[in-house]
Nanobody, 122 residues
């Protein structure tokens, strides 16, 4: 079992930056691949980024490539999502998730945080 708690969301103007954190407790997060997903109102939850257990592989959805960076500090059991050049279409609740392997579908992750709201104003 692992518990995940996201933080770092907020309101930012277009072009601004935010860094999301996901702190894991319970079983160490280094056991899991980690992903970030987001869900906007009336839309399905979508993949944003993922990182391998060791941190040596990362994956992004096309619309965030070059703007978002996922990283992890296994010593701190924390995963980060640095978001730069934010756009209004990035507005959503952002969730971190843990699973045995990197996958791109939300149903393939075992553990989820409660989410943190990111709002980007134009």
């Amino acid at each position: 079992q692992v518990q995940l708690v996201e933080s770092g969301g907020g309101l930012v103007q277009a072009g601004g930056s935010l860094r999301l954190s996901c702190a894991a407790s319970g079983r160490t997060s280094s056991t899991y691949a980690m992903g970030w997903f987001r869900q906007a109102p009336e839309k399905e939850r979508e993949f944003v980024a993922a990182i391998a257990r060791s941190g040596d592989s990362t994956y992004y959805r096309n619309s965030v490539k070059g703007r978002f960076t996922i990283s992890r500090d296994n010593a701190k059991n924390t995963v980060y999502l640095q978001m730069n050049s934010l756009k209004p279409e990035d507005t959503a609740v952002y969730y971190c998730a843990a699973g045995p392997l990197i996958r791109f579908g939300p149903n393939e992750y075992d553990y989820w945080g409660q989410g943190t709201q990111v709002t980007v104003s134009s």
